[in-house]
């Protein structure tokens, strides 16, 4: 990765929970389709899914788990 990567990758991560998602969420929308100019793994109802849930944690019907909790629990889930 270059330096600016690296930097932004930094910064970053310092950001909310709910700015990182939807951060993520516009990378990934941004990333090249297959060849047939659609995305092979695209799945309405996921996606419908993930927009019900995102907007449940914008409004703040549900907590967001901050992403340290959340490893922790993996790593010892895995330990």
């Known amino acids: ?3 600016l990567t690296d930097q932004l990758k930094s910064q970053l991560l310092r950001l909310p929970v709910e700015d990182r998602a939807e951060l993520a969420h516009l990378l990934l929308v ?4 297959d060849e047939q100019g659609e995305d092979s793994d695209f799945d ?13 944690l914008r409004t703040g019907k549900v907590p967001g788990t901050p992403i340290e909790d959340v490893l922790a629990r993996v790593r010892e889930k895995h330990a």
């Open 1 to 3: 990765m270059t330096a």
């Open 30 to 33: 941004s990333l090249p389709q």
């Open 44 to 56: 309405p109802v996921l996606e419908a899914e993930l927009e019900r849930r995102a907007e449940e």
